[in-house]
């Protein structure tokens, strides 16, 4: 199965912009993958912030927004709040396996 | 409310079986594709089964091809997972998720051997 690429962490300062993205092994990531982004805090269940490459859940903050961008998918986080400290996943469709990236531990300082 | 709500995780020896089940409530369950995902101690998330609205179609991770069984019983609004020949790296906590949006809260695997 493919594998996908999360940078493994990221920092980014209060009320500033950080993107995360999300590569695959087998070429650029396009819409066919589906692409979704999940958010979860330690001890919790994870939540879904994007589907289908852009689709936000009805209770994704308006701050979060996905894209295509490079080849890879990406979470771009604009003006971050320190809530938003958290692991993020991507998941990809390959041929009607699902494949997670490694996740993103995003620290807020 | 969209509520998805795991069961049957437990304590089992290498080479056990045991059988999770999600019961979804809050919406049409028949509408719905309906998905397993664990995450072991202190891991990352990793899908691991997929089961179309009618069963029609159904995908597993290599890591449990063989060896767990997706089902559902839409008349019940239920999720099953049918896992035989476990492994102590099956230990994990199991999420049952609706089409991707929304998650149970999980409940725990553990694989002893």
């Known amino acids: 199965q493919a594998v996908v690429a999360q940078e493994p962490s990221l920092t980014v300062s209060p009320g500033g912009t950080v993107t995360l993205t999300c590569g695959s092994s087998?070429?650029?990531?396009?819409?066919?993958?589906?692409p979704a982004w999940f958010q979860q805090k330690p001890g919790q269940a994870p939540t879904t912030l994007i589907s289908?490459?852009?689709n936000k859940h009805s209770r994704t903050p308006a701050r979060f927004s996905g894209s295509l961008l490079g080849g890879t998918a990406a979470l771009t986080l604009s003006g971050a709040q320190p809530e938003d400290e958290a692991d993020y996943y991507c998941l990809l469709l390959h041929s009607g396996a699902r494949v997670f990236g490694g996740g993103t531990k995003l620290t807020v300082l | 409310e969209v509520q998805v709500v795991e069961s049957g995780g437990d304590l089992v020896k290498s080479g056990e079986s045991l059988r999770l089940s999600c019961v979804g409530s809050?919406?049409?369950?028949?509408?719905?594709?309906m998905h397993w995902v664990r995450q072991a101690p202190g891991k990352g998330l990793e899908w691991v089964s997929s089961i179309s609205s009618s069963s029609s179609y159904i995908f597993y991770a290599d890591s449990v091809k063989g060896r767990f069984t997706i089902s559902r019983d839409n008349a019940k609004n239920s999720l099953y997972l049918q896992m035989n020949s476990l492994r102590a790296e099956d230990t994990a906590i199991y999420y049952c998720v609706r089409s991707f949006d929304y998650w149970g809260r999980g409940t725990l695997v553990t694989v002893s051997s």
């Open positions: 289908e490459t852009s």
């Open positions: 809050g919406f049409t369950f028949t509408s719905y594709s």
């Open positions: 087998t070429g650029d990531v396009s819409t066919g993958h589906y």
